[in-house]
């Protein structure tokens, strides 16, 4: 972030109060930003946000569309434009549970009150010169493709493939927005952050954690390649500023660079992206499936 300006920028950043989020906040508003942080507890982020100037909490729920719409309504209300929204906020491996119609909840948090934000404030994104969104997905999307055949697991729930899925759409999501938005200035990027130990982890039992190789049985972090908080933050913070992606969108990054694409069945931590994230046909399916779903306004480019 060095060097960089931000005054006069807007922004909105959802987990912006906590683990990769905040340290998203502190450094978009420590470069001049006004941050709107949209919070589903919002008294919490008060409390971690405090020392924080140029920033605003508005109540949101993820899980709820209603409360994204909102949300999103008051977005509207207090913004002229949008030049960035971070879609920083989700859940990982959560135990089985539904929200709204019967969604899976993974899904919904991480994929479809996203969606549903970014197509209500899709009219502030096209009223910024140059706006980004920027979508925080993970290695984990190699465990699975979208399960088109059942993306609620109706027939049998897997926490992890519920969360591989739902980080595939967040990259399918990306795609399409960058397709519809390109001619009005708005360019978006999905990314993975890293191997970070923040609050994501909080539905897994320590023994989950320990069995996995990444902390000790005091709860201290172990894993090789582990980031910071503050290096977790720099891919998302230079997809939503460098000017070397002026011009380009629908991709996906990984340690501040475009990603290569992944070959079937490569390790996942090797890197890289699978084929069927960044499939432009799989893109449009997920966008109409999620338009009807959701009920979100059509995004026209």
């Known amino acids: 972030m060095a060097g960089h300006d931000l005054s006069g920028v807007t922004a909105v950043v959802t987990g912006g109060y906590s683990g990769l989020g905040l340290e998203t906040t502190r450094s978009l508003t420590a470069a001049g930003a006004r941050v709107i942080v949209p919070a589903r507890r919002p008294d919490l982020a008060r409390t971690a946000l405090a020392d924080v100037g140029r920033c605003e909490i508005i109540p949101m729920d993820l899980a709820d569309p209603g409360s994204v719409r909102a949300a999103a309504l008051r977005i509207r209300r207090s913004a002229e434009r949008l030049d960035l929204l971070m879609a ?8 089985e549970r539904r929200v709204g119609p019967g969604w899976e909840g993974q899904l919904a948090v991480n994929h ?16 910024a010169d140059g706006a980004r969104v920027v979508v925080n997905s993970s ?24 969360y591989g899925q739902a980080k595939t759409a967040n990259i399918l999501f990306a795609v399409q927005l960058d397709i ?3 001619d009005d200035g708005i360019r978006a990027f999905a990314l993975h952050p890293g191997k970070i130990m923040t609050g994501l982890q909080r539905e897994m ?8 190789g990444w902390v000790d049985e005091h709860g201290n972090v172990i894993g090789a390649d582990f ?23 629908g991709l996906y990054l990984e340690d501040c660079d475009v990603s290569r694409v992944a070959a079937p ?3 996942m931590d090797e890197g890289g992206v699978r084929a069927y994230g960044i499939d432009p046909g799989s893109a449009s399916r997920l966008w109409e499936s999620s ?4 009920g979100a306004p059509p995004v026209h480019g």
């Not at 059942?150 to 027939?155: L, V």
């Not at 910071?228 to 070397?244: D, E, V």
């Not at 338009?291 to 959701?294: Q, R, S, Y």
Request: charged share 15%.
């Open 88 to 95: 920083l906020g989700g859940v990982m491996a959560t135990p």
């Open 112 to 127: 479809f009150g996203h969606f549903v934000l970014a197509c209500e404030l899709y009219p502030l994104l096209a009223a």
């Open 139 to 162: 290695a984990g999307h190699v465990l699975t493709d979208i399960r088109w055949h059942d993306p609620h697991f109706r027939t049998g729930y897997d926490k992890w493939l519920a």
């Open 180 to 182: 519809l938005g390109r």
């Open 205 to 212: 039992t320590l023994r989950e954690q320990v069995d996995r």
């Open 227 to 249: 980031k910071s908080p503050s290096q977790g933050a720099a891919t998302g913070l230079w997809a939503a500023t460098s000017p070397l992606l002026d011009g380009l969108g």
């Open 265 to 267: 069945g490569q390790p």
């Open 291 to 294: 338009l009807t779903a959701t």
